[in-house]
């Protein structure tokens, strides 16, 4: 029997690479996207390839772009010739604030943030209905409690949790659809000021950090064990969430 197969958007870096890693030791086979870390994503592509040869395939696509959407997905049929799991890992991240918000901002938070995940979505349900497979949407903490001078991102990440909701009902029984918020996992590369960081270190009950592992194994385990799972969120903030 052929291994089951995953579809990760923004796969490359970050946490995206992570839960790449993560599915592929769990014995997943691979649709990797990527937007612009061509070299990333060649390097952890040689690196997967290494440890099982013919596991995973990298796909290259703007996800504001209508008509890439359903050609990542046909791409990953014809290379494994079935799909299992689509992450919706992918996401813009800004600042707009109110009195400076322009449509492009609009366009560009909400096309991997919301866009992406609603069409891709609806190109796999139908090959994530005949293998009963799942979809794991990352979200974000903003998208309940927003943040400030986020505006359009914390509107976009709330449309992905409404989305996550709404497609368990539309995929069901079927297919399981759930989301992952991180917390303090990784600082937007942009930078963050120490002592920002070590007050949102401070919020958490767990008082430290978490890692994309832990963020990769929620994924994971979401995939592969949540089997009365749908239509829910699990917060990996260290209980940050607890604390607004």
Known sequence: MSRPVALITGAARRVGAVIARQLHAAGYDLALHHRQSEDAMHTLHGELEARRANSVLSLRAELAEFDRLPELVAATLGRFGRLDALINNASAFYPTPIGEIQPRHWQELFASNA?????????????????????????????ERPLKQHTVYCMAKAALWSLTQSLAIELGPKV???????????????????????????????KRSGSPEEVAEAVRWLLQDASYCSGQLIRVDGGRSLSW
């Open 115 to 143: 866009w992406a995940p609603l069409f891709l979505s609806q190109a796999a349900a139908p090959h994530l209905i005949q293998q009963q497979g799942a979809i794991v949407n990352l979200i974000d903490i903003y998208a």
């Open 176 to 206: 399981r659809v759930n989301a992952v918020a991180p917390g303090a996992v990784l600082w937007p590369e942009a930078g963050k000021a120490y002592t920002d960081q070590q007050a949102l270190v401070e919020a958490t009950a767990l």
